[in-house]
């Protein structure tokens, strides 16, 4: 019996060690290779190195957006075994607020249980402190450095340059995983949105030897990421600062434009915000402040906002009757204070109670006489008129290089039409109310600037740019091409020097009855200035009672008070466009605003620079005892401006 035990039991010895051997063969000798490689795997890990975003500058070099060293916290889900219990005893180490928390679930259900996950943006030096002496209690939670996005003027260009935040389960579904590993941050509005491919950059990998705990113990391999490229804005930082501070807190919008190129070289929405916010993830109080602000600092007013243009379109007005061959520069209506439609009872007022006079093109222009447009706009004709607005970007998207730009409305049938499937008759009072930039008008800041910017340089067309040039780390800028995109949209050039004549008229005329007689907005400047003020009504009026009854107030609560203006007159290099969503005036309200930006690009060039030619002669007849010719426009100084209303045509 012993034996026979003795015999089973060292049977059974054997019996192990062949197993054991077999084990060892089949894992030492048959699969040596796949095993070899899976321990190496264990012990390296890849990991993405993500890019360093681009910078972006003004035209002179002024950091807009830099990237800054941080740290945060980030979690490996995997490696949390009770996800709710590491959260609660990590928060009484590092202070974990309630939108941290909500952010980090948010993403933690749209990543894979291997992927770190953000946890606490931008730690604090104690922060760091208090973690590392606690990181043995949690697994799977480290301190990584990174690079933040920082925009060191903050409101200034928040419209503009825009911001980046994380990337969220949208943007995963249309990212290339690829190129995106690593990187937590995407350009969300303005240039970081419509630039993002130029700033992201491409990311680099690192090959890490890591211990049982996962930690790095060295780099055993490193290929670099390739940065995103700096971007140089047409803006010019001090002119961008002037225009917002001449507003002192008035809700509205400026644009400047270089006729010559088209490149922006400011633009303004008032009020602003402050983009940091967002970088890092927005708190819900902060959010609810932005979104609940009566006056929305998140609305670009500049790019979004439309309003009704007013007298700004006068001048394109008068120079579609010269184009067009309805009118010449000396053909004249009377202004009687109403006009009538032939057949019609109903009357479309002046501004001035008992009318401007005998008023040809000069005089429509510089006294913003209703008349002349309301006749001028029936003798072309809606079609004519919608034809010709249309070619200089009225109605469309000008093309800027910014997203989400709105396309304003331009009269016409086929627009009534399509909103207003119950009346698609047009009818002759809304060609007339058409003419003086009312109805069913509406523009943007940026779209008259780009209208100005084109008629300013004799009609050749640029798309509006903001972006100048791109740099690769370490390399000079090289421009960005933007010809122009068509050949001039003006036919005859006495046409262009006839408008531009009546644009000078507004602010040098000394007759009382321009806009820009009290304004004295080309005083103490040393280029000739053209320009046009605009009065738009937000309601119809419901009396017979005229704007001088109204108090300013009164009538800066139903107004949207324009300015558009270009210098030097005789060669244009700035073209500038105000809106103010409440002024009584365009010329006293709007006025002052663009003419602060103008002193602010002269101060950028260097001060007074002889202009390239001087002004011709001008020969043109006198409308009328009262109406100002060219030779009243002073040629030296100018009297000081004052402060009381210029006033401005609206019916």
Same mark, same amino acid.
């Given at each position: 019996?012993?034996?026979?035990?003795?015999?089973?039991?060292?049977?059974?010895?054997?019996?192990?060690?062949?197993?054991?051997?077999?084990?060892?063969?089949?894992?030492?000798?048959?699969?040596?290779?796949?095993?070899?490689?899976?321990?190496?795997?264990?012990?390296?890990?890849?990991?993405?190195?993500?890019?360093?975003?681009?910078?972006?500058?003004?035209?002179?070099?002024?950091?807009?957006?830099?990237?800054?060293?941080?740290?945060?916290?980030?979690?490996?889900?995997?490696q949390v075994h009770n996800m709710n219990q590491m959260l609660a005893d990590l928060g009484k180490v590092i202070?974990?607020?309630?939108?941290?928390?909500?952010?980090?679930?948010?993403?933690?259900?749209?990543?894979?249980?291997?992927?770190?996950?953000?946890?606490?943006?931008?730690?604090?030096?104690?922060?760091?402190?208090?973690?590392?002496?606690?990181?043995?209690?949690?697994?799977?939670?480290?301190?990584?450095?990174?690079?933040?996005?920082?925009?060191?003027?903050?409101?200034?260009?928040?419209?503009?340059?825009?911001?980046?935040?994380?990337?969220?389960?949208?943007?995963?579904?249309?990212?290339?995983?690829?190129?995106?590993?690593?990187?937590?941050?995407?350009?969300?509005?303005?240039?970081?949105?419509?630039?993002?491919?130029?700033?992201?950059?491409?990311?680099?990998?690192?090959?890490?030897?890591?211990?049982?705990?996962?930690?790095?113990?060295?780099?055993?391999?490193?290929?670099?990421?390739?940065?995103?490229?700096?971007?140089?804005?047409?803006?010019?930082?001090?002119?961008?600062?002037?225009?917002?501070?001449?507003?002192?807190?008035?809700?509205?919008?400026?644009?400047?434009?270089?006729?010559?190129?088209?490149?922006?070289?400011?633009?303004?929405?008032?009020?602003?915000?402050?983009?940091?916010?967002?970088?890092?993830?927005?708190?819900?109080?902060?959010?609810?402040?932005?979104?609940?602000?009566?006056?929305?600092?998140?609305?670009?007013?500049?790019?979004?906002?439309?309003?009704?243009?007013?007298?700004?379109?006068?001048?394109?007005?008068?120079?579609?009757?010269?184009?067009?061959?309805?009118?010449?520069?000396?053909?004249?209506?009377?202004?009687?204070?109403?006009?009538?439609?032939?057949?019609?009872?109903?009357?479309?007022?002046?501004?001035?109670?008992?009318?401007?006079?005998?008023?040809?093109?000069?005089?429509?222009i510089y006294a913003s006489v209703n008349t002349y447009f309301y006749k001028l706009a029936l003798d072309l004709?809606?079609?004519?008129? @919608?034809?010709?607005?249309? !070619?200089? #970007? $009225?109605?469309?998207?000008? =093309?800027?290089?910014? &997203?989400?730009?709105?396309? *304003?409305?331009?009269?016409?049938?086929?627009?009534?039409?399509?909103?207003?499937?119950k009346e698609r008759t047009w009818y002759p009072g809304e060609t007339v109310i058409t003419g003086i930039g009312?109805?069913?008008?509406?523009?943007?800041?940026?779209?008259?600037?780009?209208?100005?910017?084109?008629?300013?340089?004799?009609?050749?067309?640029?798309?509006?740019?903001?972006?100048?040039?791109?740099?690769?780390?370490?390399?000079?800028?090289?421009?960005?091409?933007?010809?122009?995109?068509?050949?001039?949209?003006?036919?005859?050039?006495?046409?262009?020097?006839?408008?531009?004549?009546?644009?000078?008229?507004?602010?040098? @005329?000394?007759?009382?009855? !321009?806009? #820009? $007689?009290?304004?004295?907005? =080309?005083?103490?400047? &040393?280029?000739?200035?053209? *320009?046009?003020?605009?009065?738009?009504?937000?309601?119809?009026?419901?009396?017979?009672?005229?704007?001088?009854?109204?108090?300013?107030?009164?009538?800066?609560?139903?107004?949207?008070?324009?300015?558009?203006?270009?210098?030097?007159?005789?060669?244009?290099?700035?073209?500038?466009?105000?809106?103010?969503?409440?002024?009584?005036?365009?010329?006293?309200?709007?006025?002052?605003?663009?003419?602060?930006?103008?002193?602010?690009?002269?101060?950028?060039?260097?001060?007074?620079?002889?202009?390239?030619?001087?002004?011709?002669?001008?020969?043109?007849?006198?409308?009328?005892?009262?109406?100002?010719?060219?030779?009243?426009?002073?040629?030296?100084?100018?009297?000081?401006?004052?402060?009381?209303?210029?006033?401005?045509?609206?019916?």
């Open positions: 019996m012993f034996r026979r035990r003795a015999f089973a039991g060292f049977a059974l010895i054997l019996l192990g060690l062949g197993v054991l051997v077999g084990r060892y063969v089949f894992l030492q000798v048959l699969h040596h290779d796949e095993f070899a490689l899976r321990s190496v795997n264990n012990s390296v890990k890849p990991r993405a190195i993500p890019p360093a975003r681009g910078l972006i500058y003004d035209r002179n070099g002024v950091l807009l957006a830099d990237n800054v060293p941080a740290f945060r916290l980030e979690v490996v889900p995997e202070p974990l607020d309630q939108d941290d928390l909500d952010a980090f679930r948010k993403q933690l259900r749209q990543s894979r249980r291997f992927d770190s996950v953000p946890l606490k943006m931008r730690l604090t030096e104690d922060d760091i402190a208090r973690f590392a002496v606690n990181r043995w209690r949690f697994p799977g939670v480290d301190v990584v450095p990174y690079l933040t996005r920082q925009y060191p003027l903050g409101p200034l260009f928040a419209h503009v340059v825009g911001y980046v935040s994380r990337i969220d389960a949208d943007d995963l579904q249309n990212l290339d995983p690829d190129r995106y590993k690593g990187t937590t941050h995407i350009g969300r509005t303005g240039v970081e949105r419509s630039y993002e491919d130029v700033l992201h950059g491409t990311p680099g990998y690192e090959l890490d030897e890591v211990n049982a705990d996962g930690r790095i113990q060295r780099v055993l391999k490193t290929d670099p990421p390739v940065p995103g490229k700096n971007l140089y804005l047409s803006i010019d930082a001090r002119i961008q600062k002037a225009a917002q501070d001449a507003f002192d807190g008035r809700p509205g919008a400026a644009v400047a434009i270089d006729p010559r190129n088209g490149q922006v070289l400011a633009m303004v929405s008032v009020p602003s915000f402050d983009p940091n916010l967002f970088v890092n993830g927005i708190s819900s109080a902060d959010y609810k402040a932005l979104i609940n602000a009566p006056d929305k600092p998140l609305f670009s007013r500049a790019l979004k906002a439309a309003y009704p243009p007013g007298s700004t379109v006068k001048p394109f007005m008068g120079l579609a009757g010269l184009e067009y061959g309805v009118r010449t520069p000396q053909d004249s209506v009377l202004s009687t204070g109403v006009f009538y439609i032939p057949g019609q009872s109903r009357g479309y007022r002046d501004d001035q109670r008992y009318g401007a006079g005998t008023t040809n093109l000069y005089k429509a004709g809606i079609d004519r008129i @919608s034809e010709f607005m249309g !070619s200089y #970007g $009225f109605g469309r998207p000008t =093309g800027i290089d910014l &997203p989400n730009e709105a396309s *304003g409305v331009l009269p016409s049938r086929e627009w009534k039409a399509k909103h207003s499937p009312q109805g069913y008008w509406s523009v943007t800041a940026l779209q008259l600037a780009h209208a100005l910017a084109t008629f300013a340089g004799r009609g050749v067309p640029y798309a509006p740019r903001v972006v100048m040039s791109t740099a690769d780390v370490g390399k000079p800028p090289a421009p960005l091409p933007n010809p122009p995109t068509g050949p001039s949209l003006i036919k005859n050039m006495k046409d262009w020097e006839a408008v531009n004549e009546g644009m000078q008229l507004v602010i040098y @005329s000394n007759d009382p009855q !321009s806009t #820009g $007689f009290r304004a004295k907005l =080309g005083e103490g400047f &040393p280029y000739r200035i053209a *320009g046009k003020s605009g009065t738009a009504e937000r309601f119809s009026r419901k009396s017979n009672a005229y704007n001088e009854d109204k108090n300013t107030a009164y009538l800066a609560a139903r107004h949207r008070a324009w300015f558009e203006v270009f210098t030097p007159a005789e060669n244009p290099r700035i073209a500038v466009t105000v809106v103010l969503e409440a002024g009584a005036w365009g010329a006293e309200d709007a006025g002052p605003i663009a003419r602060k930006i103008l002193d602010a690009w002269l101060a950028t060039q260097g001060g007074a620079v002889p202009p390239d030619k001087p002004l011709p002669e001008s020969g043109v007849a006198a409308a009328s005892s009262a109406a100002s010719t060219p030779e009243d426009i002073p040629q030296g100084d100018l009297p000081a401006p004052d402060s009381s209303s210029a006033g401005d045509n609206t019916p």
